[in-house]
């Protein structure tokens, strides 16, 4: 079983719906969760960490549940620059980092 | 906020020769960093850890004596594709752990990435 499972989409959207995003992990002891966003052919860049009791940040709401062991992403109103690649990280007690293998958003007019 | 850099960001070479790679973090001293390889519309493959003065630890399947990882200093760690063949062209990217007690330890900072065309 992998590490982290994510569904890699494509997600099509109309601009201005609410798209949410769900990442598995295996390991229950895992410590730190984070949602990057990539651009084609751009490095990762953190999105947001996800805290225990959910993070929001515009439109943006991440959220934890350890019982299922996942995570969740939530965009509002979609934007045209919300087209990109997004992936969940999580870090192992191990200090390993596992990538899900990314969601592909596409925001249409 | 945390800065990496990576150089070059684009190489083309000749198979068979060899490509040197630098990922440095610029404001921070990061003891932790990691080795990337992404194939077009594929995900990151982490292809090894590097920690500060000790051996890089490899993940399965990537060969250490063709990617030779060097982490000298607690700001650079270098990667070399040694004899590279066409099959190694892809894009590498690096990043950095933030340092221990800092408040962004257990987040990853990322390189812009290398381009690697082998003709």
């Known amino acids: 079983r992998k590490e982290v499972e994510q569904d890699p989409g494509p997600f099509n959207v109309p601009e201005g719906a609410t798209v949410a995003f769900n990442c598995t992990y295996s390991n229950s002891a895992s410590q730190s969760f984070f949602w990057y966003r990539q651009d084609c052919r751009k490095e990762p860049k953190l999105l947001m960490s996800?805290?225990?009791s959910g993070n929001e940040d515009g439109r943006f709401t991440a959220q934890l549940n350890r019982a299922s062991q996942y995570i969740s992403l939530l965009i509002r109103d979609s934007k045209l620059s919300d087209s990109a690649t997004y992936l969940c990280?999580?870090?192992?007690?191990?200090?390993?980092?596992?990538f899900g293998t990314g969601t592909s958003l596409t925001v249409i007019p | 906020g945390a800065v990496v850099s990576q150089h070059p960001s684009r190489v083309i070479c000749k198979s068979g020769t060899s490509v040197k790679i630098e990922c440095r973090s610029l404001?921070?001293?990061?003891?932790?960093m990691f080795w990337y390889r992404q194939f077009p519309k594929k995900s990151l493959m982490l292809m090894a850890t590097?920690?500060?003065?000790?051996?890089?630890?490899?993940e399965q399947g990537v060969e250490k004596d063709k990617f030779l990882i060097n982490h000298a200093s607690l700001t650079l760690s270098t990667l070399t594709v040694t004899s590279a063949h066409p099959e190694d062209s892809s894009f590498y990217i690096c990043?950095?752990?933030?340092?221990?007690?800092?408040?962004?330890?257990?987040?990853?900072?990322f390189g812009p990435g290398t381009r690697l065309t082998v003709l």
């Open positions: 996800v805290y225990s």
């Open positions: 404001d921070f001293q990061a003891t932790t």
């Open positions: 990280v999580v870090n192992s007690p191990g200090n390993q980092f596992y």
């Open positions: 590097s920690n500060e003065g000790s051996k890089a630890t490899y």
């Open positions: 990043s950095a752990r933030g340092p221990r007690l800092a408040d962004f330890y257990n987040e990853q900072f």
